[in-house]
């Protein structure tokens, strides 16, 4: 499983505006690359990216080939109530990798 | 042919102060090396922290076992490498010191150059010293290694005739097409390099360096660039170590 990083606040005031980010270490191979045999390095890359907070989905997003390496996200969360942030990057042969941080909300 | 600018491109610097790479890098790029969360070497240090407490070989031992706390006992390591190794009668680095302490301590298998394990090994140590003085020595036994790799330094080589010394002490802070000339300090390494996508170490940086003038590079790990290292690191003497650098 790929090395991920998450970083959030662990509580949070209700309605409180929180900011989440989220990395891992992918190399997004986009397949216009070449060994040094000149061989063509294919296409290998995340595809999914989701984020639920306490059961519920909060943000997808769908990567493509363009994407630099190792894929960082930064985004922001309105806390509502206690409950785990859960992370999940899918790559295209289906390898799922997860994080997860509990969020206490005051 | 260089493609220089005007002589007030010049850096005043060139042959003073050492100037970490850092100086020349975009407000972007010294930020995201600046954040602890964004800067992608980040990755490799956190895998180095993983692998540090990992068990390895037939006696079940991690680097943990014999070193304690890497923030206890790896503080000022990364300062002093390359270093004379009594046992081996050469200068060796970080990395071949890891490989030592995996082959000969742990019974377990030295880990390839360049590989991510052992990037990651690498910039976990290195970030330990980060903010630290880099403080090699250069004399008695390590004398004549350092003379060797001050000699490549000032050696022209490859089909463009250059020598490390034209671009990063003669011509630094010059423009080279989009790029401004730095003095080619490696007190960030192993670096993250916009380029490549991914970490790399300092003989990574030499074999690109070689191969940009035509020449013939040296293998990794080779005591070419052992020795070039160590005169590398002399240069960088008193610049903070910034592990993990990011570069462009």
Redesign the interface.
């Known amino acids: 499983m790929p090395n991920s990083r998450i970083k959030m606040p662990e509580s949070a005031a209700a309605g409180e505006s929180i900011e989440i980010r989220a990395m891992i270490m992918h190399p997004m191979e986009n397949g216009f690359n070449f060994d040094s045999q000149g061989t063509t390095i294919p296409v290998h890359i995340i595809t999914d990216f989701v984020c639920t907070y306490d059961g519920t989905e909060v943000v997808r997003v769908q990567l493509q080939p363009g994407l630099s390496a190792n894929p960082y996200f930064s985004f922001y969360l309105t806390a509502s109530r206690s409950g785990s942030v859960d992370f999940r990057w899918t790559d295209q042969d289906g390898t799922v990798t997860t994080n997860s941080a509990l969020l206490q909300v005051t | 042919m260089l493609g220089c600018a005007s002589s007030s491109a010049a850096d005043s610097t060139a042959s003073g102060a050492p100037r970490s790479g850092y100086s020349y890098l975009s407000e972007e790029t010294r930020r995201l090396q600046d954040d602890d969360?964004?800067n992608?070497g980040?990755?490799?240090v956190?895998?180095g922290e993983?692998l540090w407490t990992q068990s390895s070989g037939p006696a079940a031992q991690s680097c943990q076992s014999c070193h304690g706390r890497a923030r206890d006992t790896m503080r000022t390591v990364a300062t002093r490498y390359p270093l004379y190794s009594p046992e081996l009668g050469r200068v060796i680095n970080l990395e071949q010191q890891i490989n030592r302490c995996r082959v000969s301590r742990l019974k377990s298998s030295a880990l390839a150059y360049e590989s991510e394990d052992l990037l990651a090994l690498t910039a976990f140590i290195s970030h330990q010293a980060k903010g630290l003085p880099v403080d090699v020595r250069v004399d008695g036994p390590a004398a004549a290694s350092f003379a060797r790799g001050r000699a490549f330094f000032y050696q022209r080589r490859g089909q463009l005739n250059l020598a490390c010394a034209n671009c990063h002490e003669r011509y630094v802070g010059f423009r080279l097409h989009g790029e401004t000339i730095s003095q080619g300090q490696i007190n960030g390494f192993p670096i993250y390099r916009e380029l490549w996508?991914?970490m790399g170490s300092t003989h990574r940086m030499f074999v690109w360096c070689n191969e940009a003038v035509r020449a013939e590079p040296y293998p990794l790990g080779s005591q070419e660039y052992i020795d070039l290292e160590l005169f590398e690191r002399w240069r960088a003497r008193a610049l903070p170590i910034e592990t993990p650098a990011v570069r462009r």
């Open positions: 969360f964004a992608p980040m990755l490799w956190q895998k993983e996508q991914t």
